[in-house]
């Protein structure tokens, strides 16, 4: 079954505490991003990666690390999470093909909560 | 940067009744426009898109959208709620080069009365 997968699905943790939520998907797609979900506010990218090794800023980045060594993974890094952090993030991945008209796939989010 | 404005934080409607979501962007540059929806608990799933062509696109679920250059906006409509189209809908817009970039509304939740 074609899909992304978030983990862990939900974490509470404290400031400042080193925390990787991982994103694997298994369409072999060259396009991956990463948003946080916030009241009121929608969604908004934090970073994207046009394959590997190739990544770029959202409009949020800020707080956020990204590494894409493998294809088929998207980690999202927080150094020193701070309890502006505390979100619902969702990882998403999309056929490239440089025409951009590929719709996203989504995982099924990941809560964090950052005390 | 893009604005997507979506009126309307909540909406609610009758089964039956026609179903009117609101969905505006700001680019001069039409860009790729996209219709997600969102169950609780669950990611967003695709409902309908436009890149090019034709300018009234149908979706799953009996979801159509339209889009309006002159108005820069991207409605969605449904002729008849169903109880099973209570959720949050999201309007999406990609530009950019080779549009990498996303931006989405602040979403549209929909209430379906019995």
């Known amino acids: 079954e074609a899909q992304v997968t978030q983990n862990p699905r939900y974490l509470i943790t404290v400031t400042g505490k080193k925390l990787t939520v991982t994103c694997s998907q298994n369409m072999n797609h060259e396009y991956m991003s990463w948003y946080r979900q916030d009241p009121g506010l929608g969604l908004r990218q934090i970073y994207y990666?046009?394959?590997?090794?190739?990544?770029d800023k959202g409009d949020v980045p800020e707080g956020y690390k990204v590494s894409r060594k493998e294809k088929r993974n998207f980690p999202l890094i927080l150094e020193s999470p701070s309890p502006n952090q505390t979100s619902l993030y969702f990882c998403?991945?999309?056929?490239?093909?440089?025409?951009?008209?590929?719709?996203?796939?989504f995982g099924d989010g990941t809560r964090l909560s950052i005390l | 940067a893009q604005s997507v404005t979506q009126l309307g934080s909540h909406v609610s409607v009758s089964e039956g009744a026609l179903v009117l979501l609101r969905c505006n962007y700001s680019s001069s540059v039409p860009p790729y426009l996209f219709w997600y929806v969102q169950y609780p608990n669950q990611g967003l799933q695709l409902l309908l898109k436009y890149t090019t062509g034709a300018t009234l696109v149908k979706g799953i679920n009996g979801f159509e959208a339209e889009f309006k250059k002159s108005e820069t906006s991207f409605h969605l409509t449904k002729p008849s709620a169903h109880m099973s189209d209570a959720a949050e809908y999201f309007c999406?817009?990609?530009?950019?080069?080779?549009?990498?970039?996303?931006?989405f509304g602040s979403g549209t939740k929909l209430n379906v009365k019995p």
């Open positions: 999406a817009v990609s530009e950019g080069d080779n549009f990498n970039k996303f931006y």
């Open positions: 998403a991945s999309r056929l490239w093909g440089g025409s951009g008209n590929q719709p996203q796939h």
């Open positions: 990666s046009m394959n590997v090794e190739v990544t």
